[in-house]
């Protein structure tokens, strides 16, 4: 993928290709905000349904490379077509549109199989970065051949430095391996590439720089400004993220260090309440124990074991 960089000294993502993205939502002023928002890439081709059983028809005439959609609609909602699409079209991504009030129907459709969220209350500084995240990842998932089937376990260690270009590539590296040992489906695969970036994005951002959600939504600018002035900085500068990978034929085990000073892992918000869905703190933690079987921390909270297991769907 090539395109122009953006801002803040590193912190970059590049713009993707043309990508067709259906927006599902009963709303008519809701469904041009989001399209709105993501017509500002000139790389996204966006069309749009009214409820969850139009936006099914609408991918048996032209399957979408990703699903944005409301969870309350009529006809079907946002929970059945999460379940729907993983089903029938298992390497399409789900990105579901939050609003207060829809909170556990939002938990109920992650563990269904939807990829990630974005509240409503922030879709202008969020959506188009959610956006390219899960179709970074997802791009990548369809495109990776059948290989390896003689594999029985791998163990791999990686030691990174504060660059997030090098994150997408790790994750990528650490799916195909999982591949190579038939883990998991396509779907499952893509869930947990966004487990595994938000560990590490959490690693580098929130341990090693030390930078906190506080300004996530309320200043963007500021947060990413201050990210690119501690990447420069020392101590941050100096301190590496360690990625320790371990492979079998029944699991996958993925243990993540930063050099940071830690946290109090009990001192986070619950990110199984409802009432926490739409907080910057513990998104991160709600994602990855939504998709990974197993989720813990060191007593000094700047190492996090994931744990995901084989898939069984046969």
């Known amino acids: 993928m090539t395109g122009p960089a953006t801002r803040f000294g590193g912190f970059t993502r590049e713009r993707l290709r043309m990508t067709s993205i259906l927006v599902v939502d009963d709303s008519a002023v809701d469904r041009r905000l989001a399209g709105g928002l993501l017509e500002k890439d000139p790389d996204l081709s966006i069309r749009y349904a009214v409820h969850g059983a139009d936006g099914l028809a609408k991918m048996q005439e032209d399957l979408p490379n990703l699903v944005l959609t409301d969870l309350v609609m009529p006809e079907m909602d946002g929970l059945e077509l999460v379940s729907m699409v993983r089903s029938t079209y298992p390497s399409v991504p789900v990105i579901l549109m939050t609003s207060a009030g829809n909170e556990e129907i939002c938990m109920q459709a992650l563990q269904r199989g939807a990829s990630s969220y974005v509240p409503k209350r922030v879709l202008s500084q969020r959506l188009l970065e959610t956006v390219r995240q899960v179709l970074e990842i997802a791009s990548h998932e369809q495109t990776v051949s059948r290989l390896m089937g003689c594999l029985t376990e791998t163990h791999c260690k990686f030691e990174l430095d504060n660059d997030n270009r090098l994150i997408p590539p790790l994750v990528a590296h650490l799916l195909e391996l999982a591949e190579r040992l038939e883990l998991w489906d396509e779907s499952d695969r893509m869930r947990i590439g966004i487990a595994l970036e938000e560990s590490l994005v959490n690693a580098l951002c ?8 506080e ?4 200043d963007d600018d500021a947060y990413y400004a201050l990210l690119a002035t501690r990447r420069a900085c020392p101590p941050h500068c100096d301190r590496r993220i360690h990625i320790d990978a371990l492979f079998s034929r029944e699991l996958a085990q993925f243990v993540i260090r930063d050099e940071g000073p830690g946290f109090d892992p009990e001192s986070l918000p619950d990110p199984t309440d409802p009432a926490n869905l739409e907080k910057a703190a513990g998104r991160g933690v709600l994602l990855m124990r ?6 813990s921390y060191n007593p000094s909270g700047n190492q996090v074991t994931l744990v995901k297991r084989r898939s069984n769907k046969d």
């Open 206 to 213: 929130h341990g090693n720089l030390e930078v906190g959600s």
């Open 215 to 218: 300004l996530r939504g309320v």
């Open 290 to 295: 939504s998709f990974m079987d197993e989720v």
